[in-house]
């Protein structure tokens, strides 16, 4: 099973700074299959990036990812209050399903 | 539209028993397998298991191997997450999700079941 180590734990930053949250993998990831989604507090999650860098239906485009391999990077160019949420990895296309542990992106 | 619509609240006691519900409609329901996902309070999401409800076929992450049981109803468009006997641990929320593949992307989610087992 692959284990995926998201950092930093939680991230403080203000309105208009740019977010980078890291999640590496334990193995290296095929075709970059890689997700993030992001959570607000009393709903399910979103569906925000697939493949590693490809962009879900309706996510603006400040949020972006990147990465390849064991090493993938979720960034938010500059934040909007609405960002400030818990945000989740996941690969694909290895025979099950896990979830990294999450970076809280909060309101410093 | 796509749509997962869950079943509503529940508060159990210890040893009940307990079946929750997660509804599709807006796609064909046998073209695409449903994952359940727990959260407990405060904490982040785990895979629980998924079932294709064209052919049945369970799969079920070994943290929840025996614990739970994952089904279908094709004719009703209905997947379901059951337990024999509560836990006080089994408090927590549980999403449902749609996948195209057993291992792929969430593409769409439930709003979420909450599960609440006090004595």
Redesign the interface.
Known sequence: EIVLTQSPGTLSLSPGERATLSCRASQSLSSNYL?W?Q?KPGQ????LI?GASSR?TGIPDRFSGSGSGTDFILTISRLEPEDFA?Y?C?P???????????TRLEIK | EVQLVQSGAEVKKPGESLKISCQGSGYRFTSYWI?WVRQMPGK????MG?INPGDSDT?Y?PSFQGQVTISADKSIFTAYLQWGSLKASDTAMY?CARLPHY?????Y????TLVTVSS
């Open positions: 997700a989604y959570q399910a999650p979103r569906l697939y879900a818990v989740y996941q694909y296309g290895t025979s099950t399903i896990t979830f990294g542990q999450g | 994952g982040g999401l785990e895979w998924i799969r992450s999403y291992d792929s992307i969430i593409e989610w439930g709003q979420g």
